[in-house]
């Protein structure tokens, strides 16, 4: 199974492995953190502007993100605070963390896409992309779990996001017949950027290596599905480098597509990541996560 890749150890040490050990001790430190409730604005219903004013008149106080108008961080809130408002109820707010709305940014979905949201449940950055698009690109939502799937038509359906065409399969056997002018992978992964400290046992190395296996096979799939000259994001809330760079290298060699560097946003914690990619380092404000934006190049 081994091909050069470590098999045994556990999170504090594949950590240390990547990042040594200073940076490592900040990383765990950061699982320790409880991050305040952040939310996304859903602008196919409410303008960030409007969602802004009507927070502040339930008597919420919140801060602005910089790099996001339709996000802010809530001060002294819990999340069971927000669903109780009509704001909520209504979908005209997401629950979602400031990292995991990173990759629709970054993919930028246009009138008229096709885009296919690989692996979508339960639905934050599907309802994220055709707000972004002002509901106008043609999404295909695709989720293998049952339960998993039911949660994303329910959010589909409070957050109006109508043009999405939701398919409860294993993208690992969608049509290779499909063409999409972009496409999502946010990849199933082990969470080692997001785990709470109580449950870092639970993520060790032969646990990240099946994840990255998973990884591999639907990054290739990805691949196989995007357009000639289409560009992809590939993300996991994981910051190890076997579920992220490693993965990106194994698929990428001799395949035709390449990474297109990103740009971070300014203000959002940064660990070393490959040229070009984006690696979140675990925060007072920010989970650990990674992204990566690809381009399948045209044939000649
Ligand atoms: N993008 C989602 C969001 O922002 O709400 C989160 C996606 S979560 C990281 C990964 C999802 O992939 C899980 O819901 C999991 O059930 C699903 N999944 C795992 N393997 C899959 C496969 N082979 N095909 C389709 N979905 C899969």
Redesign the pocket.
């Known amino acids: 199974m081994d091909q050069g890749h470590q098999v045994s150890g556990s999170l504090p040490e594949l950590l240390f492995a990547d990042y040594g050990g200073e940076l490592s001790e900040k990383i765990m430190a950061g699982y320790e953190v409880v991050r305040p409730v952040t939310l996304r604005f859903n602008t196919l219903k409410i303008t960030a502007e409007e969602g802004k004013n009507a927070l502040k008149e339930a008597g919420f106080s919140f801060e602005e993100v910089g790099w996001y108008s339709a996000a802010v961080i809530l001060n002294d809130c819990t999340e069971e605070d927000i669903r109780r408002t009509a704001l909520y109820e209504e979908g005209k707010v997401y629950l979602q963390s400031l990292s995991?709305m990173l990759p629709p940014l970054f993919l930028s979905p246009k009138k008229g896409e096709s885009i296919l949201?690989?692996?979508?449940?339960?639905?934050?950055?599907t309802t994220e992309l055709a707000a972004l698009s002002r509901g106008e690109a043609l999404i295909t939502a695709?989720?293998?779990?049952k339960l998993?799937f039911e949660r994303l038509l329910f959010n589909l359906k409070r957050q109006g996001a109508g043009r999405v065409t939701a398919l409860c399969t294993?993208?690992?056997f969608l049509d290779d017949l499909f063409c999409f002018d972009k496409i999502l992978l946010?990849?199933?992964?082990s969470g080692s950027g997001t785990v709470s400290p109580r449950k870092t046992a639970r993520i060790d190395a032969l646990y990240v290596e099946r994840c990255a296996r998973?990884q591999e096979k639907?990054l290739r799939k990805a691949l196989k599905l995007l357009k000639n000259g289409g560009e992809m994001v590939y993300s996991t809330?994981s910051i190890l480098k076997r579920e992220n760079e490693d993965v990106l290298r194994h698929v990428l060699e001799g395949c035709g597509a390449k990474v297109v560097p990103v740009e971070p946003p300014a203000g959002v914690p940064l660990l070393p990541s490959a040229d070009g990619t984006l690696c979140v380092m675990p925060t007072a404000q920010y989970e650990g996560f990674f992204l990566a934006k690809l381009i399948k190049e045209e044939r000649k």
Do not use: I, N, Q
Not at 186 to 189: R, T, Y
């Open positions: 995991s949201d690989m692996t979508a449940a339960p639905g934050g950055k695709c989720e293998r779990d998993r294993d993208a690992a946010d990849a199933p992964c998973l639907l809330c």
